[in-house]
């Protein structure tokens, strides 16, 4: 099976990625809820000023993969399901946070979700992750 190693080059997180997000996730002892802000630059748009859904997507997979992370699992995502609540707009702050729900043989369950300053929800996923 392959290695799978952190080389700081994730996408979302890798600090080593120039084109990435650098988002710096952060775990909330009280809550167990994993969370960050993002902040999606304009060339991440689709439609104009407007969050392209595959990259609220990629952040939502990737707070779930860092819940399981906190305690101490590796995993890799099997299944996702988004829902998209409001089009989030590039430039402006938001805030992820995510959990696992379960831990079952080699799956873990987890959700996760998009929101405003104000609590508002733009996006949510739930989503299977394979124990790596």
Aim: proline share 2%.
């Amino acid at each position: 099976m392959k290695d799978f190693n952190d080389d700081q080059n994730c996408f979302v997180c890798g600090m080593g990625n120039m084109a990435g997000l650098k988002i710096e996730f952060h775990q909330d002892s009280q809550s167990q809820e994993t969370t960050a802000e993002v902040i999606f630059p304009k060339h991440l748009q689709g439609w104009q000023d407007t969050v392209h859904g595959g990259l609220l997507a990629t952040v939502l997979d990737e707070t779930m993969i860092k819940s399981a992370a906190a305690s101490g699992i590796k995993c890799v995502t099997a299944e996702i399901t988004v829902k998209y609540k409001k089009p989030a707009m590039t430039g402006t702050a938001y805030h992820v946070f995510g959990k696992t729900l379960e831990n079952r043989g080699r799956i873990i369950t987890a959700e996760s979700r998009l929101t405003d300053a104000a609590g508002q929800v733009y996006a949510q996923a739930t989503g299977k992750l394979f124990k790596i």
